[in-house]
């Protein structure tokens, strides 16, 4: 009796292990898959994302810059990223709008994170900016044509020489060396009508309404512009239009990846002040107007951009 007990005891396991796995398995294979996002499906199964699906990325600074764009958005899914505040919804059109924090690695990271998680057709970035050009007053628009990182070079015995940044492609696998880099010419052009059509809405600046320029070079560092002969030395140097510290970042990093990218900025200050004021006095006197001026030509190119397949 004891040697019949001691052979079933060791099959009886053996068969309820065996019946154990075999219902983990089906339980597996009959999991449902978890849900993805059409753009992730159609680049899994090796097909182009539908393009009328992809997000609108739209990027600022400060969250002031953002205010007017999350207030017209039907937010579906916020989040934080990295301390970065996300949103995903619509503005009319699918369109994801993210804080990208201050300087240049932030605005690079961020927006590696925006296309490697949300995939972009496009990335818009709005905020605001100091003057270089002195044609330019506080309030106007600019959208440039080309940015460049105006303190990447080289320091030698005769100073400081801006020099070309190494882009990568990662379709090509190498680097390409740039010493500015354009923005999607039709995105601009799209920006800059949607500035016309908005124009007569914009707050005044002491009693002006801010004029929209196109064109130029934009330039951005990692240093607050403060400084008047720094300024006019840029101006004569690189004969740049307005100066921020994210916008070139932004700007290569959607180029590498192959994204169009445009930049719509408005001037809060002259770099280094005018007259007896400085850019930071300024900067605290017209930072909402002037961003709230750059976001609503974002919203309005939004909500009057044609989508693809419409």
């Keep these: 009796m ?31 898959a978890p849900e993805s996002t059409s753009t992730a499906n159609s680049q899994a199964a090796g097909r182009q994302p539908d393009a009328s699906l992809q997000p609108c990325a739209v990027m600022y600074a400060f969250a002031p810059e953002g205010e007017l764009l999350r207030k017209a958005a039907s937010i579906k899914h916020d989040t934080v990223w990295a301390g970065r505040a ?6 009319i059109q699918p369109v994801v709008i993210a804080s990208s924090g201050i300087g240049m690695t932030n605005a690079a990271a961020t927006t590696q994170h925006i296309i490697d998680t949300y995939h972009p057709k496009a ?14 007053h506080i309030g106007d628009i600019v959208i440039p044509a080309r940015w460049l990182t105006h303190d990447y070079g080289y320091w030698g015995k005769s100073g400081f020489r801006t020099d070309s940044v190494g882009v990568g ?3 090509s696998g190498g680097f390409q060396g740039m010493l500015d880099i354009p923005v999607d010419t039709a995105l601009a052009r799209q920006l800059g009508e949607a500035g016309d059509a908005v124009a007569f809405r914009f707050h005044t600046v002491m009693g002006r309404i801010p004029e929209i320029a196109r064109g130029g070079l934009g330039i951005s560092g990692n240093a607050f512009l403060d400084s008047k002969p720094k300024r006019e030395q840029l101006y004569h140097d690189l004969q740049a239009e307005i100066v921020d510290m994210e916008s070139a970042a932004v700007v290569q990093t959607a180029h590498a990846a192959g994204i169009p990218v445009a930049v719509v ?3 809060s ?3 280094g002040g005018s007259g007896s004021e400085t850019a ?7 930072f909402k107007v002037a961003a709230h001026n750059s976001a609503l030509v974002v919203q309005q190119f939004l909500e009057t951009r044609e989508q693809p397949g419409r």
């Design 269 to 271: 200050d002259l770099a």
């Design 265 to 267: 900025r408005s001037c």
């Design 86 to 91: 996300i949103a995903v919804g619509t503005i």
């Design 169 to 171: 492609h990662p379709a």
């Design 2 to 32: 004891r040697r019949s007990w001691q052979f079933r005891v060791p099959c009886l396991i053996q068969i309820l292990t065996l019946t154990g796995v075999l219902l983990f398995s089906s339980c597996v294979r009959e999991a449902p």
């Design 123 to 136: 990335i818009v970035f709005t905020g605001i900016c100091g003057g270089v050009n002195p044609k330019h």
């Design 280 to 286: 930071s006095k300024q900067l605290d006197e017209f």
